[in-house]
């Protein structure tokens, strides 16, 4: 961030940029937004057919993808919409869709937890992977 | 070399030609009577190509200020207009404009609000917009809309300023009867204005920003808030600079506020708006007979010119606050309130009463403004005592 912004909360009314403007590009990846959340997206990774519609949809950018292949979420970001689970597609071999919303709001986590609440077996694997 | 034409036409008219000489990259506007014919005559402007603008016919008024706020934002000189339940219905984007420090020029023509519903003038609409954090101006002529809409640009894009603003006149009064005016020529108004330099452009892609932030959640709105009234407290002294100057070139000195026979006036009248005429003209009269009688005229009314109009009518003996709106329920209207406060720190208490007159284009005769005259004098020879806000003319 070239933006110096570090003593933001001392600033005095001159020191911001008028009209609140930003005068910068793409620092909104600092905010870290988790805390917004009260469910979070879990992906199975056996069901998950990487159609990637999660990937289109999600209006935060919040999907990770590398490859060309869904890897799981970014969760400092992810404000917890459920946008991705309505859109991830039923899976006909496993009769279920690949992600679901689940309890646990912003904090990461712990391992287990997923299969703790009845999520779907692999989420917790998918969600350490991004870390 | 300077060169100047006396036209005779509409005041709208005028406006309009300041419009197209101050060079807009966009026009987004939606017609209202008695503001219609400024849009006529500059989607004229666009078909014709004497103007090189993206106008947009939009769909309402909410859309036309929202329209402007995002083509301001992206870094282009913006002018829209409007009038009374239009500009009404532009008030949540008003505060927008002002919020995001975005130039934006606003032609009103002050009218009537409903209900009931009534086309003509008064200054119900532009009262209601005087919190919004816009500089507003006020025309008594057809010369003074044309004048005044040509420095609004150069007083809105100022680095120092960057704040909208409202040029006014008067609904039918001013914007519609013929009077004569001399406009400058092309070039000298477009070197006056000059070229808009954005700050902050959404369109400047080596120097990305973003607009619209939130400040909320102990964010610093009120630090923004303060910013924004330092802007405006400080943009009297621009705009003095910049009517100077704009007063060297075309030859028409004027000020924020301007006395007529207040240097030594015992009865004072404070008024603004086309109004300002019939006093002037009744005051003349009651000098010739031997009655110093003085008129206060108000041209910038926010940032509102407290030191001028104190300094003005410490003199007096009595004066008499014109309001062509009213604030109702209080103890007057908008005007009253300001003027009185703005004499409460004089250390001698200057009598001051309330007219509110003219609502909805009722007629404003020489001889209501006589009678204004003559309270005032029997105020200041202590015949009467100061009365309760009245309702001038009213049967």
């Keep these: 961030m070239k933006w110096d912004i ?26 870290k937004v988790s805390g917004w959340r009260s469910q979070r997206p879990c992906r199975d990774e056996e069901a998950c057919t990487q159609c990637l519609l999660c990937w289109a949809y999600c209006p935060d950018s919040s999907v990770v993808v590398k490859n060309g292949e869904v890897v799981g979420f970014d969760y400092d970001h992810c404000k917890g919409c459920g946008i991705c689970a309505v859109e991830c597609p039923v899976n006909r071999k496993f009769g279920r869709s690949a992600i679901e919303m689940v309890s646990g709001g912003s904090d990461l986590p712990e391992p287990g937890l997923g299969d703790a609440n009845g999520t779907p077996a692999g989420a917790a694997a998918a969600i350490s992977e991004v870390g | 070399m300077v060169t100047q034409k006396t036209v005779a036409t509409t005041g709208n008219l005028f406006v309009a030609e300041a419009i197209r000489q101050a060079l807009p990259d966009v026009i987004p506007v939606y017609p209202i009577t008695p503001q219609t014919t400024v849009v006529e005559e500059i989607a004229k402007f666009a078909a014709n190509g004497r103007i090189d603008a993206e106008y947009v016919a939009v769909e309402s008024e909410h859309s036309a200020m929202s329209a402007a706020i995002g083509a301001s934002a992206a870094g282009v000189r913006v002018v829209t207009a409007t009038a009374s339940q239009g500009l009404a219905l532009m008030w949540e984007e008003l505060y927008i404009a002002s919020g995001m420090r975005l130039p934006i020029v606003m032609f009103n023509a002050n009218r009537a609000l409903s209900a009931p519903i009534n086309i003509h003038c008064d200054h119900s609409d ?17 010369q003074e809309a044309y004048d005044n809409t040509l420095v609004s640009f150069r007083i809105a894009e100022h680095p120092d300023v960057l704040l909208p603003v409202m040029t006014t006149a008067d609904g039918f009064i001013t914007t519609h009867t013929v009077d004569r005016a001399d406009t400058l020529d092309d070039e000298t108004a477009r070197a006056f204005v000059g070229k808009y330099k954005p700050t902050h452009a959404l369109l400047d892609f080596d120097n990305p920003v973003s607009h619209g932030a939130f400040a909320g959640l102990g964010g610093p709105y009120f630090e923004f808030k303060q910013q924004q009234r330092r802007a405006i407290d400080g943009s009297l002294g621009i705009i003095k600079e910049i009517i100077a100057e704009y007063s060297a070139i075309s030859g028409r000195p004027f000020d924020v506020v301007e006395g007529w026979g207040m240097e030594d006036a015992d009865v004072a009248i404070v008024v603004i708006g086309s109004t300002a005429g019939n006093v002037r003209h009744v005051a003349r009269r009651l000098r010739a007979q031997g009655i110093k009688a003085g008129v206060l005229k108000i041209r910038v009314f926010r940032p509102f010119p407290t030191a001028g109009i104190r300094d003005a009518l410490k003199g007096a003996k009595a004066v008499a606050v014109l309001d062509r709106s009213d604030s109702p329920g209080a103890e007057g209207g908008p005007l009253y309130f300001e003027v009185k406060s703005a004499l409460y720190d004089l250390d001698h208490r200057v009598p001051v009463v309330n007219y509110v007159y003219g609502l909805g284009g009722s007629d404003v005769r020489t001889e209501l403004i006589e009678r204004v005259y003559k309270d005032l004098g029997d105020i200041a020879s202590g015949a009467i005592g100061p009365f309760d806000m009245t309702y001038l003319g009213c049967r």
């Design chain 1, 6 to 31: 570090s003593r933001v909360n001392v600033w005095g009314a001159e020191e911001f940029p008028h009209g609140a403007v930003i005068p910068e590009a793409g620092n909104s990846v600092y905010y």
């Design chain 2, 126 to 142: 532009i009262m209601g917009a005087r919190d919004t954090g816009w500089l507003i101006l006020f025309a008594e002529t057809a």
